[in-house]
């Protein structure tokens, strides 16, 4: 399970500290599905429905995939895409596709530059592959175009029979234009369920799939999953969904506009990016939502550092690890100690990076930054699984207490409705 430490913020806290009442409030109102957007609360039962449902034609899909050729295109965009690769790049790696042995799985449909898909048609070369086209509504200008041009390759290298059978679509069970599309084309077909918004749909096909493909165990993630929404449902400030929802409310209420999501792992770079998504669409409306933003330590300690220390006093730092270490690495002995840096030799790089974490926390708490830490077990299925449940349960919470629908996003609309309406003008 998740552990949250709220010791680095509670002197950033007002006198009455964390409005626990209103997170027990919020988790009423979300389970009792008596909220705003109550009709997209699917995801709470959702690792339970899926075990019974699709998991196992998802793996029985995925080993077709393997069997077709060495690459997956995954065409979506937002939630139909940053679940699957953010999985992907922690459990596996951020250089999974150039391991020997893995089926390579690459991302389209997430932009229009000509340039990027170019080069992505460039890297699949005359490699064998499959396309798994992923879209809640159907209609998403990015996606769409994805498809024609995934698709195009496919006729070009198979002919049109058997592209299709090298075509996987992810998409409502009953209507939209994607779902028309794949029964008349006779495509495989998977379904983002109906009271399941994009964002909080990495635990259905949309995510498990591709995670499949990539060679990821979907089935200890939704055991996993199914065990962590048990435990999320504790009533009582130790659930840790309670402490993170009502700390950063708290933390909001005094000024605290800007949350920057820290890990000091590489391979999280891409969860930091499902959460912006989360967080983002679910709080940013009403004019108001605490404005999500990532940083990847060490790295940025050497890029955004300065801000964090000594920037205006507007953030708060929330910091994700993990308790345990997947491998471990020395520092190797230098003869003649050149750079005077023997004294940490044969010290684990673990232990380095500890000292480096708890330097950093000090520092930044000192310069006025409350810092929130959330641990994970390990870097596995079961990690990645309390990750997911313990960020959706606790945005749902967060954005309850700060009375907005966390399940709506008119604000994509604007852009979409703009943007139709100014390509048809030109046609
Ligand atoms: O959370 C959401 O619902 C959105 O961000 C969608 O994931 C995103 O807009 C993509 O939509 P669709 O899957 O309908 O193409």
């Not at 709470?44 to 995925?62: C, H, N, Q, T, Y």
């Amino acid at each position: 399970m998740i552990k949250v430490d709220l010791s680095g913020a509670k002197d950033f806290f007002d006198a009455a500290g964390p409005d626990f009442a209103a997170a027990a409030a919020a988790h009423r109102t979300l389970e009792t599905r008596s909220g705003l957007g109550h009709e997209f609360t699917g995801w709470l039962d959702l690792p339970l429905r899926i075990k019974d449902g699709e998991l196992k034609a998802v793996i029985a899909a995925a080993d077709k995939i393997k069997r077709l050729g060495q690459v997956l295109l995954v065409v979506g965009i937002g939630g139909s895409y940053l679940g699957a690769r953010a999985a992907i790049e922690l459990l596996k790696t951020p250089s999974h596709n150039s391991i020997s042995g893995s089926t390579e799985v690459y991302f389209m449909g997430n932009t229009l530059s000509p340039d990027a898909i170019s080069e992505l048609v460039a890297v699949l070369g005359d490699k064998d592959f499959c396309v798994n086209v992923i879209s809640k509504s159907g209609g998403t200008l990015e996606p769409a175009l994805g498809y024609r041009v995934a698709k195009s390759l496919l006729e070009r290298k198979y002919g049109r029979n058997t592209a299709k059978k090298h075509i996987f679509v992810t998409t409502d069970a009953t209507k939209g234009i994607l779902h028309d599309i794949a029964v008349n084309e006779g495509y495989e077909m998977f379904t983002v369920p109906d009271d399941v918004g994009g964002r909080f749909s990495v635990l259905s096909a949309v995510g498990l799939l591709p995670m499949a493909v990539a060679g990821i165990d979907v089935e200890a993630v939704i055991n996993a999953s199914i065990q962590e929404m048990h435990d999320l449902d504790l009533r009582s400030p130790d659930n840790p969904a309670w402490q993170y929802a009502a700390a950063r409310q708290n933390l909001y209420s005094r000024g605290k506009s800007i949350e920057i999501l820290a890990s000091y792992e590489p391979s999280f770079r891409y969860m930091a990016e499902w959460w912006k998504q989360l967080y983002g669409e679910s709080e940013g409306k009403n004019g108001i939502g605490i404005y999500p933003a990532s940083v990847e330590y060490n790295a940025d300690l050497h890029s955004m550092g300065q801000y964090v220390q000594d920037g205006p006093r507007t953030l708060i730092e929330t910091v994700v690890s993990f308790r345990q270490s997947r491998t471990e690495y020395k520092v190797p002995f230098e003869m003649g100690d050149a750079d005077g840096l023997n004294y940490l030799a044969g010290r684990d790089f673990s232990s380095v990076m500890q000292v480096a974490m708890d330097a950093v926390k000090a520092a930044h708490i000192s310069g006025g930054v409350p810092n929130i830490g959330i641990s994970a077990q390990s870097r596995d299925e079961a990690g990645f699984a309390s990750l997911v449940c313990f960020f959706e349960m606790a945005c749902a919470l967060s954005a309850y207490i700060s009375r907005v629908n966390p399940f709506d996003q008119p604000g994509v609309e604007a852009y979409k409705k703009n943007m139709f309406r100014m390509l048809r003008q030109e046609a």
